[in-house]
């Protein structure tokens, strides 16, 4: 898509990526694509906000050279070190040296290490400001959205906040950069969470610390560096970031992330029965196959779910590798506070449910049942099976007379 301009002088100039794979190399974006959003000030001064990986430089430029030549930009404004947002950074450097980078101190050290710039940067303090004649920028350290250098830049004219990764998510662009323009704003709302759990999650307080911080200033516009463009409705995706980042330390609402793996389908027709247990409590339960989702998907659920269920076979008297995988993932995520259950078939000795356990120890789940059984489960223990989702569903609602957090 072409420059769209998003308040006076100021323009989108972002590239969707359909043909990355994995993001940061090991989170799956092939259906989805992402998008590396770039802005562009023209004023007095002319300033480029948020760069691109090194994959797009070519699509970055050719939307910079569609509004101005590279030799009359006067500021680059690197608010994030990570290479999608910088990757293009030395090909732009040799097409427009006089353009001087503004960044943090600790913005500055990395693009030394990453890209052997020393030369023409300028380090911006918090809350200092910069005019570019009609236009002023001022720039907020939001430390860990997401690495330790990252600031957001707030256009103070037409109070537009370049949050960078901060309120972003998946997703390529379908052909509308808005929120009040996008039909499918559901899908943009899965991405952003989707987002918000593979790569942001790990800090959220930091993330909750920059909502705090940056809650003192009007905001017309939310400009990420990925995903939607709100200005409809601003304080939605703040929000849904912050329901989010509390979800770390707060327990979320009832609801089971049931999570199985199968190798001859034994352990599969127990999971059809616990689920069945599940929904007669009339709890909400989504159900992942551990070998053939990726964690990715796997992760927002049991973010926002109160109840983890794990069902897996013991293989080679440990834990069927699929699920240990999986279990791994939520352990570098810090998903704790959760309630517990486990099931699964043995052949001639178990091993699945003490590895899960010492596994997933870190996190301090709460344990409240389980259930292992030999090869095949009878009808009488599909039953048992039956009845065993259905009291850790109730075990997951609300007590009468126990206040909520
Ligand atoms: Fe979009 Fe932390 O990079």
Redesign the pocket.
């Known amino acids: 898509m072409p420059a769209i301009e998003i308040r006076p002088d100021i323009y989108w100039i972002g590239v969707n990526d359909r043909t990355t794979d994995l993001f940061e190399g090991m989170w799956p974006i092939t259906e989805e694509g992402v998008s590396y959003n770039s802005y562009l000030i023209l004023d007095e001064k002319k300033a480029l906000i948020d760069i691109t990986r090194n994959t797009q430089e070519a699509n970055l430029l050719a939307q910079l050279q569609g509004r101005l030549d590279c030799h009359e930009l006067d500021y680059i404004v690197v608010n994030?070190m990570?290479p999608?947002?910088t990757g293009a950074l030395r090909v732009l450097r040799s097409l427009a040296p006089q353009a001087t980078i503004l960044c943090s101190a600790k913005a500055q050290a990395m693009l030394k290490d990453y890209y052997g710039i020393t030369d023409n940067v300028q380090v911006v303090a918090d809350g200092e400001t910069l005019s570019l004649g009609k236009h002023q920028l001022q720039f907020h350290m939001i430390p860990f959205v997401?690495?330790p250098e990252t600031m957001a830049t707030y256009e103070t004219t037409e109070k537009v906040l370049f949050s960078?990764?901060a309120f972003?998510g998946y997703g390529a662009l379908r052909g509308s950069i808005f929120d009040d323009q996008a039909v499918d704003l559901a899908h943009y709302e899965r991405e952003a969470l989707r987002y918000y759990v593979n790569?942001v999650a790990r800090f959220s307080q930091p993330t909750l610390n920059a909502i705090k911080k940056l809650g003192g200033i009007e905001i017309a516009v939310v400009a990420p560096?990925?995903g939607l463009i709100w200005r409809r409705d601003t304080k939605r995706i703040i929000e849904l970031y912050r329901q989010w980042a509390l979800l770390a330390t707060n327990q979320p609402d009832p609801g089971v992330t049931l999570i199985y793996g199968s190798m001859y389908g034994n352990t599969e027709a127990m999971m059809n029965a616990v689920a069945q247990g599940i929904s007669r409590a009339g709890v909400p339960v989504e159900i992942f196959n551990a070998a053939r989702t990726h964690a990715s998907y796997i992760l927002p659920s049991v973010w926002t779910h109160s109840g983890v269920m794990i069902g897996a076979p013991t293989y080679e008297v440990g834990l069927f590798t699929p699920m240990a995988e999986q279990l791994r993932y939520i352990i570098e995520k810090r998903i704790s506070n959760r309630k517990a259950a486990f099931f699964g078939s043995y052949g001639w000795s178990g091993g699945a449910l003490k590895t899960a356990k010492q596994l997933v120890e870190p996190l301090k789940w709460e344990w409240v049942e389980t259930l292992e059984f030999q090869g095949r489960a009878t009808l009488e223990q599909l039953a048992e099976g039956e009845a065993f989702g259905y009291r850790f569903a109730e075990s997951l609602k609300p007590q009468q007379g126990v206040i909520p957090q």
Do not use: T, Y
């Open positions: 994030h990570e999608d947002h997401h690495w960078c990764d972003g790569i560096s990925h």
